[in-house]
């Protein structure tokens, strides 16, 4: 019923909002509300700024079929939704301990990007963000 909203992949296995939903209840159970929200909004930007830049430039594959262009977009994104985000809720993280925070957390979020082949990005960006940010912030 359902058909012309779904990716032929879905038809015959889980979509992505159902790990999307899996994420947000695992996150919520295991960590600390702020790194709940920073993986969320990891998820919320910089995954779609990797998809444009994937498809719109291309370009070589770093690990499966995710692009340079995807992967440094995502990085990129990440690590500007992290440093707004230390702006906003912990003004005392602007300091070169906040930009390496932000490197991390883009990182941590990149690598689980970059192995969404074997497991839903929907699912591994917000939990590796969390996980990375509880340990960090």
């Given at each position: ?6 990716r ?5 296995h889980?979509t ?8 947000m ?5 295991l960590?600390p ?11 919320a930007?910089?995954?779609p ?7 719109l ?17 995502f990085f ?10 230390f702006?906003?809720t912990?003004?005392?993280l602007?300091?070169i301990?906040g930009?390496?925070?932000a490197?991390?957390?883009a990182g ?8 969404g ?9 917000p ?11």
């Amino acid at each position: 019923a359902l058909s012309f909203i779904v990716r032929p992949v879905e038809s015959y296995h889980l979509t992505g909002s159902t790990y999307y939903i899996l994420a947000m209840t695992i996150i919520v159970l295991l960590f600390p509300h702020r790194a709940c929200q920073i993986g969320v909004l990891v998820l919320a930007f910089a995954d779609p700024a990797a998809t444009i830049a994937g498809k719109l430039i291309g370009g070589p594959k770093l690990f499966a079929e995710k692009s340079v262009a995807g992967s440094t977009a995502f990085f990129a994104v990440a690590f500007v939704v992290c440093m707004v985000f230390f702006a906003l809720t912990q003004p005392w993280l602007l300091s070169i301990r906040g930009v390496l925070a932000a490197m991390i957390l883009a990182g941590s979020g990149t690598m689980a990007e970059m192995l969404g082949d074997s497991l839903d990005d929907n699912l591994s960006i917000p939990v590796a963000v969390a996980a990375a940010s509880a340990f960090l912030v």
